[in-house]
């Protein structure tokens, strides 16, 4: 890639020197994965910076959700996005379950509170937020929802570390929740990612599941997976959470600067910060109304692309058009209007903690007019 192209993000990385140190540990005590020392520190420090009760690590975002479904015992239908990434999805299909798209509402591109319990149905156990772009979604309307249907709630907070309510963990939003540390994300650990639970009962159950169902030596509790994280992986994340507090906040200035140049241009619609919220900044997605702008939505990514700038269009297109989804009845675009036009709107401009003012200066330079 030619140096000057500008990136959608680019992955925070740990102190090296301060990486090997831990790395030569390793190495002497040849203990490498398979709950190690890392590994249980990693979870204690996560538990801690993320302010949960119980965190279980994970190779990456998307064994948490299959898994969590699995711990669930989530059958039938589950209530879900078309607006998210497609593991999403995925994880309710590689469960046996039937995903049933509802629309979402465009203040925070979550799912639409009001248009849920049209979709329930006597086979629906649950339902699956994303908190997109880490904006957190409508979960008070959402859990009483749950509460009144008797329904699960698995939240996808793949893109919410860090993100707090009121002083609250929203990482600790639903019967469990999922964390995503792919090298895209805030926080990263190469790839990776957890599930937060509420109990210490609940955690050993998926500590179990991630181990094959293993519950000691030679007893299977439950049909698992293998999908613990290693120890170089939990040393690099224990290195790299002491600096993510400054990369959030790299983020927050860039955040602020894109407000400022974008907020008079007729025909982008963008974010602002929500009361009471602290956010991470994981994204900056602009929304484009071409008949304002002048401009379609492609022209513009496409304009940016040539320019060497490569935002990306996260969501589009929607997961409830994909040819393995677009059968289920719930996946017409005229079920899912807002979902179907914000995907039409979306470009997720650049946006991590290395961006420099001659960065902004010239991603900015092609979007003004
Ligand atoms: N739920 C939600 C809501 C999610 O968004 C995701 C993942 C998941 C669940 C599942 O979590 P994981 O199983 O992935 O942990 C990316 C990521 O692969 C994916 O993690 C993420 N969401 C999704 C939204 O985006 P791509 O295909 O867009 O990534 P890629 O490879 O095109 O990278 C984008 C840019 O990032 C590159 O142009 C440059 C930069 N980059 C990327 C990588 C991988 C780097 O600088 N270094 C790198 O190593 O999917």
Same mark, same amino acid.
């Given at each position: ?13 740990? %102190? ?9 540990? $390793? ?10 020392? =890392? ?22 975002? #998307?064994?948490?959700?299959? #898994? ?32 049933? =798209?509802?629309?979402?509402?465009? !203040?925070?591109?979550?799912? %639409?509170?009001? /248009?849920? +319990? ?8 649950? *339902?699956?937020?994303?908190?997109? @772009? ?26 919410? =570390? ?35 639970? /509420? %109990? +210490?009962?609940? /955690? ?7 181990? =094959? ?5 030679? !007893? ?25 507090? !400054?990369? *959030? +906040? ?37 929304? $484009?109304?071409?008949? !304002? @702008?002048?401009?379609?939505? %492609?022209?513009? @990514? ?16 929607? *997961? ?34 290395? &961006?420099?003012?001659?960065? &902004? #200066? ?8």
């Amino acid at each position: 890639m030619d140096k000057n192209t500008i990136t959608v993000t680019s992955p925070l990385l740990p %102190d090296r020197a301060e990486f090997e140190l831990l790395l030569k540990e $390793i190495w002497n005590s040849k203990w490498i994965t398979n709950n190690g020392s =890392f590994h249980q520190k990693l979870e204690k420090a996560l538990a801690e910076y993320l302010k949960v009760p119980f965190i279980s690590l994970f190779t990456n975002g #998307t064994l948490p959700l299959l #898994t969590a479904l699995q711990a669930l015992r989530i059958t039938g239908e589950v209530i879900t996005t078309p607006y998210s990434f497609v593991a999403t999805t995925h994880s309710i299909w590689w469960n046996g379950c039937r995903p049933v =798209f509802v629309d979402i509402e465009g !203040e925070t591109c979550g799912i %639409d509170p009001d /248009k849920i +319990e049209a979709a329930i149905t006597p086979k629906t156990t649950a *339902i699956m937020p994303v908190s997109c @772009y880490g904006k957190p979604c409508k979960m008070d309307e959402i859990q009483a929802i749950a509460d009144k249907y008797g329904l699960k709630v698995i939240h996808d907070a793949a893109h919410a =570390f860090g993100v707090e309510v009121n002083g609250e963990s929203w990482a600790g939003k639903g019967d469990m929740a999922s964390l995503s540390f792919h090298a895209t994300k805030v926080y990263n650990t190469l790839e990776g990612g957890a599930l937060v639970v /509420k %109990d +210490e009962a609940t /955690k050993k159950r998926i500590d179990f599941l991630k181990n =094959f169902g293993f519950a000691g030596e030679t !007893e299977v509790v439950a049909p698992g997976i293998n999908s613990k994280m290693d120890e170089v992986r939990a040393a690099y994340g224990l290195v790299n959470l002491k600096h993510v507090d !400054e990369a *959030i +906040e790299k983020r927050h200035q860039v955040a602020v600067k894109y407000r400022e140049a974008l907020r008079p241009v007729p025909g982008i619609r963008f974010f602002d910060d929500m009361p009471g919220v602290r956010h991470n900044y994981s994204y900056f997605p602009i929304f $484009i109304n071409a008949e !304002e @702008y002048g401009m379609t939505r %492609d022209e513009l @990514y496409f304009k940016l692309r040539e320019h060497g700038v490569l935002g990306r269009r996260y969501f589009y297109p929607l *997961i409830s058009t994909f040819s393995t989804y677009r059968s289920l009845p719930s996946a017409g675009a005229e079920n899912l209007p807002v979902a179907t036009r914000v995907a039409n709107e979306v470009i997720c401009l650049p946006m991590h903690h290395e &961006l420099s003012e001659a960065d &902004l #200066t010239r991603i900015l330079e092609l979007i003004v007019r």
